[in-house]
């Protein structure tokens, strides 16, 4: 019973393509994150979502559009895709603390995702 | 940019023995730090975390040493296991981030039997 699900976990497109990733969580939390581990390993966020309402939103291009419908789901659409979009996207929850700025994330598998 | 820093790309032990592992940080506003553990095609998984109110925090064979002063944390594995095989992040978060985590680049370690 997976607790973070992402889909698809594979995905190879050619460049200019639109493409999305799916995420979804049963754990009943109301935060939702989605991060990219690029070619230099790094795992940095792109967006989260608290109760379907946007509440980080990093410097990404106007091409990736994240959608949250409820707050067990949160999708990632990207248009146009380039070259320098390959890598690895994780999906994660966490329940929300505030202002506190803590938390434990639980990652999805990751959706690897190579542009040609 | 980097902000929290894994120096080491990978380290080797043996079973039985200690690993530790470091982490060195820059930025001063971080008041939170987590490890997560990642095996290949698998996200990374929440292992231990520290506030910056304490210097240590212990959970059976892991413990996490923060020095404030010197901007580093280190985790600690005793005994190490074949199973403990795995990339290690150090994540850091401020205050008031929105649970905005920090990662370092990972530290793959390898416990040999």
């Known amino acids: 019973d997976t607790a973070v699900s992402q889909t698809p976990k594979y995905l190879v497109t050619q460049m200019g393509n639109d493409k999305s990733i799916k995420c979804e969580q049963n754990?009943?939390?109301?935060?939702m994150y989605w991060y990219k581990q690029d070619s230099k390993k790094f795992l940095k966020i792109m967006f989260s979502?608290?109760?379907?309402?946007?509440?980080i939103n990093e410097t990404v291009p106007n091409r990736f559009s994240p959608k949250s419908p409820d707050k067990a789901h949160l999708n990632l659409h990207i248009n146009s895709l380039e070259l320098g979009d390959s890598a690895v996207y994780f999906c994660a929850s966490s329940h929300y603390a505030g202002a506190r700025g803590t938390g434990e994330l639980f990652f999805g598998e990751g959706s690897r995702l190579t542009v040609l | 940019d980097q902000q929290v820093k894994q120096n080491s790309p990978s380290l080797s032990v043996q079973e039985g023995r200690i690993s530790i592992l470091n982490c060195d940080y820059t930025?001063?506003?971080?008041?939170?730090f987590l490890w997560y553990k990642k095996y290949p095609a698998e996200g990374p998984t929440f292992l231990i975390s520290i506030s910056s109110i304490k210097d240590k925090n212990e959970d059976g064979r892991f413990t996490v040493f923060l020095n404030k002063s010197a901007k580093h944390l280190s985790l600690h594995i005793v005994p190490s296991q074949p199973g403990d095989s795995a990339v290690y992040f150090c994540a850091a978060s401020a205050r008031g981030s929105n649970y905005k985590l920090t990662f370092g680049k990972g530290t793959l370690l390898t416990v040999n039997p």
């Open positions: 979502y608290n109760n379907k309402e946007l509440i």
């Open positions: 754990l009943g939390h109301d935060t």
């Open positions: 930025n001063s506003m971080f008041d939170y």
